[in-house]
């Protein structure tokens, strides 16, 4: 099972109590009600979706119920670090550990022009 760490209890917590609340440092524009449709659809739908490292907002819904951010390995699924919400994007630059493969049903069951399995 998952624990994830929450900083405001302090402690790590099953994956059961938390859930993910999308992208972490989003700017809000400071007149919303001002910018063009096409920089609403930017800020509010367009998401950049990296492989690897990704800040995320996360809510202890069955804990504290507080917003904190995390940094998170979008291969590996493990989470870096999490700090409290209103804390400065932490200056890390790459995931720590190397990358294992990952094993998907597309590598594992594709087939060649044949038909065969690889
Ligand atoms: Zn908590």
Same mark, same amino acid.
């Given at each position: 099972?998952?624990?994830?760490?929450?900083?405001?209890?302090?402690?790590?917590?099953?994956?059961?109590?938390?859930?993910?609340?999308?992208?972490?440092?989003?700017?809000?524009?400071?007149?919303?009600?001002?910018?063009?449709?096409?920089?609403?659809?930017?800020?509010?739908?367009?998401?950049?979706?990296?492989?690897?490292?990704?800040?995320?907002?996360?809510?202890?819904?069955?804990?504290?119920?507080?917003?904190?951010?995390?940094?998170?390995?979008?291969?590996?699924?493990?989470?870096?670090?999490?700090?409290?919400?209103?804390?400065?994007?932490?200056?890390?630059? *790459?995931?720590?550990?190397?990358?294992?493969? *990952?094993?998907?049903?597309?590598?594992?069951?594709?087939?060649?022009?044949?038909?065969?399995?690889?």
């Amino acid at each position: 099972m998952l624990l994830i760490y929450c900083p405001y209890c302090q402690e790590e917590r099953s994956e059961l109590e938390f859930r993910g609340a999308g992208d972490a440092h989003i700017a809000r524009p400071a007149d919303i009600a001002s910018i063009s449709d096409k920089a609403f659809e930017e800020y509010f739908f367009l998401r950049d979706n990296p492989k690897g490292l990704i800040f995320e907002r996360w809510r202890h819904m069955h804990g504290c119920g507080r917003f904190f951010n995390a940094a998170r390995d979008t291969i590996s699924d493990k989470f870096i670090m999490t700090y409290k919400a209103g804390e400065p994007k932490p200056d890390i630059g *790459v995931a720590a550990e190397p990358h294992a493969p *990952v094993e998907t049903y597309e590598a594992a069951f594709s087939e060649n022009a044949e038909g065969e399995a690889q």
